[in-house]
């Protein structure tokens, strides 16, 4: 990449400013012989202090600083002696630095950019391998649910799962069969869940890669597995056949890989009837195996809590069944590297994670190459330096003298000095690229000041104390503010008091920091309203790396704010009735969870369904359907009372839940909803009286502990009650 023209000219003039500062320095400590102290005018000129002018860009980090140079001055004032100086001495110390400075330039590009360059290559190679490893489970995975569904659609399959019999298993199902396919477990569930057929060959104990404590026998690992199989929807399938699961699993602390298919004929059009599970566990040849596909030390381990760095890890075949997510990159020593990749379930479980360690070998081959390229080049430096030793004087340092004096006079008057030519070379390139880098300058300066008048973003500076000291009029316009109203007041009083804490905190992150920062806070305007805006904050130094302010750019995102509030309402609201969706559920849920534990109060949920609905649509057609459960809708809203809440879960199910249910029945709540919806309803002329809710009750924490089994023991009781039709039923646990 080219580099910009005012940072070109920074780094020529940088260099001579460099030259002249070394010259300088050595004349500096020179004494006349003869006398230990200088004329006080030759005194004085070596003691005064440099002035320097400070150019920067608007649009850009760019920043020169020119300085004269005490030297500069010196070498312009009669020397009455003549110094003896030796001339050798002097090129010593002017080159010696150069000479360190280049063998530090070249050792800093050589660990930023061919370092860098060969740890990139070993961090790309680790990562490839991640791929290779999850590209060859998602590989396996779609091999096993393609065998899986040879024998799930077929009609032998279909007739056994219907009208079980011995012969299927003898004919179609041997422990020879389960070796050729490579599976530890085939297993064949009806819709009910039941058991109807297995070949259940897990490896021996000795060859189990486990992340605790083993299963207390194979039946338990087989009940383990197919219930986690249920859990995860493989009985889901409401009679449709292209449902499916494909995961990896950590079933009863023993990786697991497993696949699912509902089964039905030859063709998949009958309705599922049940589904075979299949597939094997992770154990030590197969992880060998792995192992030596990817030729890396491949290590399974234990889940663990992910981030945002964690990125979503992509298969091949661009399956959505096997998710895995790639944490970055960490190093184990200085030459080792590792990722872990950490498959999820198809909930979005934590299952297990795999660590791959891999040698940096292209890093360290790299670090000896530079090593060696740096010996090398110490050698030809010290060649070059013993030329260069005797060149400099000749055709290079008298000139740079004289530019370092022009330099000087820059210091002192950046706007009205230019340096003089000195021909067609380098030298005389540098002064006239220094010259149009002080004319850049000027129109830099001048451009500046236009942004910011005419930029539609608001901008301001401030002291260290908050007291506003510029503004552009943008920021008076955003704010129906005035300069005179801004300017030398603190930022604060355009805050209310519940935002100023708020607003210190970005400052402190930016001071602690030294850094930007990006932040959203709330202004009052003149008019007295209340806008948002986005700033962005950056920290003010001087040239000694002070803190003298702050400098920030505001924009108004008043719209913006309000735009994501209607989103977020959109979001938790159902469209049809008006209630909570079952986002809104799932999350108020745990919220009144949390609530009734931290109180030691009861919570109550109620689940409702609406008995023969299904008949409404069908005879009435889905808008009376749908104008019959806005209806529904607003009689439960209306039933209930502050602070309870009711949501519509989808289709015609419906959830309420009664916080602090000791004080309020549920019971009675569930009678006064029936009360409410047994009412006949009349819908464009058709009255609908056949429509009666079923209620299901749970408590919590007497019925269940946790969000999840308090929604399973309300269901249950919902179910129970739609035995008997209009009744509610309190959740009874089994015996």
């Known amino acids: 990449m080219e580099p910009s023209p005012r940072t070109a000219a920074a780094v020529k003039s940088g260099a001579c400013l460099l030259t002249s500062t070394l010259i300088a320095r050595l004349l500096e400590g020179w004494v006349p012989p003869g006398d230990a102290r200088l004329p006080e005018e030759y005194a004085a000129q070596v003691t005064q202090p440099r002035r320097c002018i400070e150019m920067s860009n608007f649009n850009s980090h760019d920043r020169v600083s020119l300085c004269s140079q005490p030297a500069a001055r010196l070498m312009l004032s009669p020397i009455t002696r003549p110094h003896r100086m030796p001339l050798r001495t002097r090129l010593l110390w002017l080159f010696l630095p150069l000479l360190a400075a280049s063998l530090g330039g070249i050792w800093l590009l050589s660990e930023s950019i061919l370092l860098s360059r060969f740890d990139r290559e070993d961090q790309q190679r680790l990562q490839e391998g991640a791929t290779v490893l999850h590209n060859r489970l998602d590989f396996e995975l779609k091999r096993h649910l393609d065998i899986v569904r040879t024998y799930a659609w077929w009609d032998a399959s279909y007739d056994f799962i219907q009208r079980p019999n011995e012969t299927f298993e003898q004919e179609n199902l041997d422990h020879e069969m389960l070796d050729d396919l490579g599976f530890d477990f085939v297993l064949f569930l009806d819709d009910r869940g039941h058991l109807q057929l297995k070949q259940w060959s897990p490896p021996a104990p000795d060859q189990r890669v486990l992340f605790g404590a083993p299963s207390a026998s194979d039946q338990a690992l087989l009940e383990a597995l ?5 859990r995860l929807g493989a009985l889901d399938f409401r009679g449709r056949t292209d449902h499916s699961l494909s995961e990896l699993l950590l079933v009863d602390n023993l990786p697991t890989l497993l696949v699912s298919v509902p089964i039905s004929n030859n063709q998949g059009s009958a309705p599922a009837k049940g589904a075979i599970l299949a597939g094997y566990f992770l154990d030590r040849e197969r992880l060998a195996n792995l192992r030596e596909q990817m030729q890396a030390d491949l290590q399974p381990m234990p889940n663990i809590a992910t981030d945002s760095t964690w990125k979503p890890l992509r298969s091949r075949s661009g399956s959505t069944h096997n998710q895995a997510l790639l944490s970055p990159r960490r190093f184990i020593g200085e030459h080792v590297q590792q990722v872990s990749v950490q498959y999820l379930s198809s909930s979005g479980e934590p299952q297990l994670r795999f660590d791959i360690t891999k040698k940096r070998l292209l890093y360290i081959q790299g670090e000896k190459a530079i090593n060696f390229f740096l010996g090398a080049s110490l050698l030809v430096a010290l060649g070059a330096f013993l030329v260069g030793y005797l060149a400099l004087e000749l055709w290079v340092l008298r000139r740079v003298q004289r530019l370092n004096r022009e330099v000087a006079e820059v210091g002192r008057n950046a706007h009205s000095i230019r340096l003089s030519d000195f021909g067609n070379d380098e030298l005389g390139q540098l002064a006239g690229e ?33 007291v506003i000291l510029t503004v552009n009029p943008a920021l008076c316009q955003l704010l129906g503010q005035t300069r005179e109203t801004l300017i030398g007041h603190p930022y604060y009083e355009l805050l209310g008091e519940d935002d100023l804490a708020r607003a210190r905190q970005p400052f402190q992150r930016a001071m602690q920091s030294g850094a930007g920062k990006t932040f959203a806070i709330p202004l009052q305007r003149a008019d007295g309203s209340l806008g948002y805006f986005e700033a962005t904050v950056s920290l003010i130094h001087d ?9 920030g750019i505001v924009r108004d995102v008043s719209d913006q704010i309000a735009y994501q509030q209607q989103l977020l309402e959109m979001a938790y609201r159902d469209p049809l009735t008006g209630l909570g969706n079952r986002k809104a559920f799932d999350e108020q849920l745990g919220q009144a969870l949390l609530r009734a534990g931290s109180g030691g109060s009861e919570l109550a949920l109620l689940y409702l369904d609406l008995d023969r609905f299904k008949e409404v649509n069908d005879r ?8 019959l459960l806005r209806t529904v809708a607003e009689r439960v809203r209306s039933t209930l009372r502050q602070p309870d809440k009711a949501y519509r879960l989808g289709g015609d199910e419906f959830a309420v839940l009664l916080e602090d249910s000791q004080e309020n029945n549920p019971q009675r709540l569930a009678e006064r909803l029936l009360a409410a919806l047994v009412q006949p309803i009349a819908l464009n002329g058709e009255r609908i009286d056949f429509v009666t809710p079923s209620i299901g009750i ?3 924490p007497r019925h269940a502990g946790d969000a999840e089994g308090l929604v399973r023991a309300a269901d249950s009781a919902m179910y129970e009650a739609k035995r008997q039709r209009n009744h509610y039923c309190l959740y009874q646990a089994p015996a």
Do not use: C, W
């Open 434 to 466: 220094m010259n149009q880098m002080l004319e850049r300058l000027e129109h830099s300066e001048a451009r500046d000041r236009a942004i910011l008048q005419s930029m539609r973003d608001g901008y301001f500076e401030m002291d260290v104390d908050g």
């Open 226 to 230: 197919q219930q986690r199989a249920i």
């Open 698 to 700: 749970a408590l919590y």
């Open 543 to 551: 040239l000694q790396g002070e803190l003298r302010g702050y400098r």
């Open 620 to 627: 009435f057609g889905h808008d009376i359907g749908d104008a």
